[in-house]
């Protein structure tokens, strides 16, 4: 018995030698990558000055006069570069913002890879979609039924989400999404807005408002359907976009599939703005109760807020968008060189290793 479990311990003794071998490569590795990560952020910082110093001179010279043509054909330059810069920024690991610092600590959250960036944001937009499911539910069951813990548990679900969702859109803009700083201002002040609707006390005040709060609750998770059925097609086909070998998707289609989505998406979107603004004004005729608690007037306040943020960022989407063609036609054309350029790297390495 004893021998065959000796003989055992020898068999793994030497595959743990294996182990140690291909650790010592995977440690040694892990520190070269560190001193590329260092050597590529040096020069990139480099860049970034003499792109700076160099818009600046060519703005001297265009109030100078120069020749028209050329200046427009290195501003184009230019901002390609930018852009081009910002794909190489991507790749690097990054500082946590102070939020994620004050939740997180210092914990690494850069995602270095675009698969993997795409998989996290694609799981974000389904978390979304599964908690405004759970949400209609509530609202439908809260309509039905009128039972405190019902209510609570329903609100409760609110703030969770919120907070939750206050910390993924901090880890996707550290990864370089450009997510609106309002959208994470607005899921900031939902969190509190759902704090104060869990601690308003069961009065008069409450009893008249929670049939008008739980379809609104029941109106939003629609929306929310509705946004991630136009956020997951858009995700799915501007990547499909920077892909080299997907030709079938060129940025024109990709922007009347855009506009489309919008146009159907607004006047829901809308809909619900007025209903925020619907909800400040019933909580203000409410504030005048005897009962009223303080919640009623700061819930007033804070609906009124969101309605004229949402608005407001909501339309200037749409300048905003016209404006983005370019760019966007310059990262496709960007990214795709990249990809390009890593396979031709690649065929070159295979090709040498063959020789
Ligand atoms: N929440 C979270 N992320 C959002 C967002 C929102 N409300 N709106 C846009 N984003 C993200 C996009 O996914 C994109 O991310 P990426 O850089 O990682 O790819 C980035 O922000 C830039 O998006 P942008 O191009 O400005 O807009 P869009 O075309 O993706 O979406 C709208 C435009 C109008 C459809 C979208 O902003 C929206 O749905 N707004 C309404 C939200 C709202 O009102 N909610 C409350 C309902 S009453």
Redesign the pocket.
């Known amino acids: 018995m004893i021998d065959s479990l000796l003989e055992e311990w020898a068999e793994l003794s030497t595959e743990f030698k294996d182990l140690e071998a291909v650790n010592k490569i995977y440690t040694d590795k892990l520190e070269e990558l560190g001193g590329f990560q260092n050597n590529v952020l040096k020069q990139l910082t480099h860049q970034k000055y003499r792109l700076d110093q160099v818009s600046k001179s060519l703005k001297d010279l265009k109030k100078k006069g120069g020749t028209k043509e050329q200046i427009e054909q290195l501003e184009n330059d230019i901002l390609k570069r930018k852009i081009q810069l910002e794909g190489i920024e991507q790749t690097l690991p990054k500082k946590n913002g102070i939020y994620l610092r004050i939740i997180l600590g210092n914990v690494n959250v850069s995602i270095l890879n675009k698969e993997e960036k795409f998989k996290y ?1 694609d799981e974000y ?1 389904k978390f979304k979609l599964v908690l405004s499911i759970i949400g209609f539910i509530l609202s439908l069951l809260n309509l039905i039924i009128i039972f405190r813990p019902l209510e609570l548990s329903h609100v409760f679900l609110l703030v969770w989400y919120y907070c939750t ?1 206050t910390i993924r ?1 901090s880890i ?1 803009k550290v990864n ?5 700083g309002w ?2 201002l ?2 900031f002040v939902s969190t509190v807005a759902a704090a104060i609707l869990l601690i308003w006390p069961e009065n008069k005040a409450w009893g008249l408002f929670r049939h008008q709060l739980m379809v609104f609750s029941g109106y ?1 998770s629609t ?2 359907y509705l ?1 991630f059925r ?2 997951q097609g ?2 799915y086909r ?1 990547k499909a976009l920077g892909e080299r070998h997907n030709m079938d998707i060129t940025v024109e289609g990709f922007h009347s599939w ?1 506009w489309r ?2 146009g159907f ?2 006047p829901f ?1 809308f809909i ?2 007025f ?2 603004l619907y909800n400040a004004y019933t909580l203000y005729q409410l504030s005048f109760l005897p009962s009223a608690t303080w919640h009623v007037p700061v819930l007033s306040a804070v609906f009124f807020f ?1 309605f004229v943020g ?1 608005t407001v ?2 339309i200037m ?1 749409i300048p ?2 016209i404006q ?1 063609k370019m760019l966007l036609q310059y990262n496709i054309m960007s990214q795709r060189l990249s990809s390009q350029f890593l396979i031709n790297d690649d065929t070159e390495s295979d090709s040498t290793k063959q020789d």
């Open positions: 944001k937009e969702l859109e996707l370089g999404s450009r997510i609106k959208w994470r607005h899921h939003i929306v929310q946004q136009y956020q858009a995700l501007l855009m989505g919008l998406l607004f979107l619900g703005y209903f925020q969101l949402n960022t909501t989407v905003n968008k983005e």
